[in-house]
């Protein structure tokens, strides 16, 4: 019997000892689930920055290798211009030279026929180079030379040397010569295919170069070309369109996020709301463009020498179709390096630019070209005026389309996303609503985690055994009650663990609904900045409206180096 005492404490010793170590290790687990249920709502928090902080290292770091690219492809480009047309540059410099040398008659005329004879032998397909050799011919009064280099010359450009020698008579007081040339180049025209070069004769006519009959001979030609293309099926929608393509390559591409953190952080459509706010801040953009082109006097040209030798070297520097594909492919990597790396808005621009730089156009994409991108067109700011003026109405037309897009696309409703919450607002006036509605999305997480911080089925087990064992124990002797203790306190320690984990989602919740709730307070106050700032860069468009409007063709062409007063036909006006 003693012997049987002995063993049964011995047994109630290790057992004692076993639950009071288990105790001590469950009481060790609690305390490391409560430090990580303390830090659930903090790391949710976290990982939502960190996924946006490297999706912006992402997109930074592409934009980063697309404009390294671009600026070499920049560099390699200009070298293979200067390779393959650097003799060009040559005979370019040689145009004015040679005219500006006779003029002070400071140079042998042996000297310049030696000159341009050498050209000629280093650039076999260049048109200007056999042009020169009939230059100089002609300041010799070598006839022969002359026609047969004339003959080579519009053999390899027809175009270009018309216009080249309409100048050429005018710098030199020859209008019967400037008159012949200059409707030599009109009969070979046609409206709906024009190369881009055709800007010089326009340049020249809006800055007061051609004297009378010929500025008088280009008008009625402009207005022709204006009146046949009207009669096109659809000619009125299509000069909408391309005007409207012309405004929009005005819009920039500026980041906002800066300005509306919260709703660029909260809001899945903050894409639509930055394009949005792109899209009508075009409208100040095209306001200052015009205010540009039309504030100021412009200064002519202190003589028609100046004025012609500047044509001169215009037409002949900017206009060579051998080169434009080189152009093309170092525009749109100039516009990579502007946009910082960004190469879909580039592709974008140089999608609605492109036209500049197309081989032929029609006369009323020139006009469009010429206003609104004079540094790929490469005009003066009178010949702006004078393409604005006469594509008003057109323009008038794009800027209300444009506009009325503009205003149906930028978003009604604004959405948001609060963690998993989701709301919308259209004023950001509707605050108690939302609140009110994350409140009780909130309050439902948090009972649906309180629900699943319960007892399981093994700790009820647990329960039952333990009560069991506690009655068996009265006829079976002390270990069978002692292992009934046992059961119900892992029970109890199972059940303090569950209460601590309760307080737990209780503090995460509470503090979840105070950092949504500030969120969501200050995504409604920016959404109500957000209105106030398109509707203030919205209300630029009656201004751009109001200054077109006033925009009468008869103002803009200016007399120049004439003395006689030169206004727009009646016809070609209202064409216009």
Request: aromatic residues 6%.
């Amino acid at each position: 019997m003693s012997t049987e005492r002995i063993i049964q404490v011995a047994d109630l010793s290790l057992i004692l000892g076993s639950l009071r170590s288990l105790q001590s290790d469950i009481g060790t687990v609690s305390g490391q689930v409560d430090v990580v249920g303390s830090n659930l709502a903090q790391t949710r928090a976290e990982l939502s920055r960190l996924e946006q902080a490297f999706n912006e290292f992402v997109q930074s770091d592409l934009r980063a290798k697309e404009l390294a690219l671009a600026e070499t492809r920049q560099v390699k480009i200009r070298q293979e211009i200067e390779n393959k047309f650097g003799q060009y540059a040559i005979v370019r410099r040689q145009a004015t030279g040679i005219l500006q040398a006779s003029d002070i008659q400071l140079v042998r005329q042996e000297t310049i026929r030696n000159a341009t004879e050498e050209l000629m032998l280093s650039t076999p397909r260049y048109w200007l180079a056999p042009a020169l050799v009939a230059l100089a011919a002609w300041l010799t009064d070598n006839r022969a030379l002359a026609e047969r280099a004339l003959a080579e010359a519009t053999r390899r450009d027809d175009e270009k040397t018309a216009l080249f020698f309409s100048l050429i008579g005018r710098r030199a007081g020859r209008s019967e010569v400037s008159r012949i040339w200059l409707d030599r180049y009109f009969g070979l025209q046609n409206p709906y295919s024009l190369d881009r070069q055709t800007v010089v004769m326009i340049d020249a006519l809006a800055n007061g170069v051609f004297n009378t009959d010929a500025a008088l001979l280009c008008i009625k030609r402009i207005g022709s070309w204006i009146e046949e293309l009207a009669q096109q099926a659809g000619f009125a929608q299509t000069q909408r369109g391309q005007w409207g393509d012309a405004l929009r390559s005005k819009t920039p591409n500026f980041n906002h996020a800066q300005r509306y953190g919260h709703l660029s952080r909260f809001s899945p459509a903050w894409n639509d709301l930055n394009a949005a706010l792109n899209a009508v801040s075009m409208q100040s953009i095209v306001l200052e463009h015009f205010q540009d082109i039309f504030q100021g006097e412009i200064k002519t040209a202190s003589s028609v020498l100046i004025a012609v030798d500047n044509l001169l070297t215009s037409l002949v520097s900017h206009f060579d179709d051998e080169e434009l594909p080189l152009r093309r492919t170092e525009q749109l990597n100039q516009l990579i390096i502007e946009e910082a790396g960004d190469k879909r808005a580039a592709q974008q621009r140089f999608d609605l630019q492109s036209k500049a730089q197309e081989e032929r156009v029609d006369f009323t994409q020139l006009l469009t070209n010429a206003a609104m991108h004079p540094e790929l067109s490469h005009v003066t700011r009178a010949t702006q005026r004078l393409a604005v003026a006469h594509s008003r109405d057109w323009i008038v037309d794009a800027h209300s389309d444009v506009t009325a897009q503009i205003r149906q696309q930028a978003p009604q409703t604004i959405h948001l996303s609060i963690e998993d919450w989701q709301g919308q607002t259209a004023q950001g006036d509707n605050e108690t609503e939302l609140q009110d509605s994350l409140r009780q999305h909130i309050e439902r997480r948090k009972q649906q985690a309180l629900e699943q911080a319960k007892l399981g089925l093994k700790d009820w087990g647990l329960i039952a055994l333990g009560v069991v064992l506690l009655l068996m124990s009265l006829g079976n002797g002390m270990i069978v009650f002692v292992m009934g203790l046992a059961a119900l306190g892992w029970a109890f320690l199972s059940y303090r663990q569950v209460q601590q984990r309760r307080k737990q989602i209780e503090r995460d919740f509470a503090l979840l609904q105070e950092q949504s709730a500030q969120a969501l307070r200050a995504c409604l106050a920016e959404t109500v900045e957000w209105r106030r700032d398109w509707a203030m860069r919205d209300a630029v468009a009656a201004e751009v409206t109001s200054l077109l409007e006033s925009i009468s063709p008869e103002q803009h062409l200016l007399a120049g180096h004439n003395t006689a007063r030169r206004v727009m036909p009646a016809a070609a006006a209202q064409a216009a």
